[in-house]
């Protein structure tokens, strides 16, 4: 079986943005596992172990869903945490730009992979960079404040111009992620 999932990537100059806010936010004594800047991706959808049998057909399904799908522009813009920053357990910056096109490519992706077996979330889509995961609750009210003061954050804008269908092994000091297809969006610009 193969843990997959489907994202967008982030150019380097993206990453470089993101480091410069995560940069600060990594020196503070807090329980967070704070993720790889070059790690950093916006989740589509989560699979889950996938019999590698099935990746191909994935592909496929995925590319005739996005054939139309014109490329579009994002950025990496504001930061909280889920499920809230009092009780926080998922650090993250979010995006803005295009986002009725983000949505619309998100829909595709779940009525793609719908057929083959994985039904579309039931919660609704919360498009983010997940930046940091917090392992325990001592000393996170200085990190709160300065997730409220990074509200204003805003990252280099981006074009999204293809999905990818990754690969995740999870390791003792953190996920490594391969991409397995890189598949183009169509449609004009």
């Given at each position: 079986?193969?843990?997959?999932?489907?994202?967008?990537?982030?150019?380097?100059?993206?990453?470089?943005?993101?480091?410069?806010?995560?940069?600060?936010?990594?020196?503070?004594?807090?329980?967070?596992?704070?993720?790889?800047?070059?790690?950093?991706?916006?989740?589509?959808?989560?699979?889950?172990?996938?019999?590698?049998?099935?990746?191909?057909?994935?592909?496929?399904?995925?590319?005739?869903?996005?054939?139309?799908?014109?490329?579009?522009?994002?950025?990496?813009?504001?930061?909280?945490?889920?499920?809230?920053?009092?009780?926080?357990?998922?650090?993250?910056?979010?995006?803005?730009?295009?986002?009725?096109?983000?949505?619309?490519?998100?829909?595709?992706?779940?009525?793609?992979?719908?057929?083959?077996?994985?039904?579309?979330?039931?919660?609704?889509?919360?498009?983010?960079?997940?930046?940091?995961?917090?392992?325990?609750?001592?000393?996170?009210?200085?990190?709160?404040?300065?997730?409220?003061?990074?509200?204003?954050?805003?990252?280099?804008?981006?074009?999204v111009s293809q999905?990818?269908?990754?690969?995740?092994?999870?390791?003792?000091?953190?996920?490594?992620?391969?991409?397995?297809?890189?598949?183009?969006?169509?449609?004009?610009?």
């Amino acid at each position: 079986m193969i843990r997959t999932f489907v994202a967008l990537d982030l150019p380097e100059p993206v990453q470089r943005s993101l480091e410069t806010f995560v940069a600060p936010l990594r020196q503070r004594d807090v329980p967070v596992r704070w993720i790889p800047v070059d790690r950093v991706h916006l989740t589509l959808k989560f699979l889950g172990d996938v019999p590698p049998e099935r990746i191909k057909d994935m592909a496929r399904a995925l590319s005739e869903a996005v054939s139309d799908q014109p490329p579009f522009r994002l950025q990496p813009a504001g930061c909280g945490a889920f499920p809230t920053l009092k009780n926080m357990r998922v650090v993250w910056v979010g995006v803005q730009g295009n986002l009725h096109a983000l949505k619309a490519l998100h829909g595709k992706v779940e009525e793609a992979l719908a057929p083959l077996g994985y039904p579309p979330e039931n919660r609704p889509f919360r498009a983010h960079l997940t930046i940091g995961r917090v392992k325990g609750s001592r000393n996170l009210k200085g990190l709160q404040e300065a997730l409220l003061a990074g509200q204003s954050f805003e990252g280099v804008v981006f074009d999204v111009s293809q999905v990818l269908l990754y690969k995740s092994d999870l390791r003792p000091d953190g996920a490594r992620y391969t991409p397995l297809h890189r598949i183009p969006l169509g449609g004009p610009a």
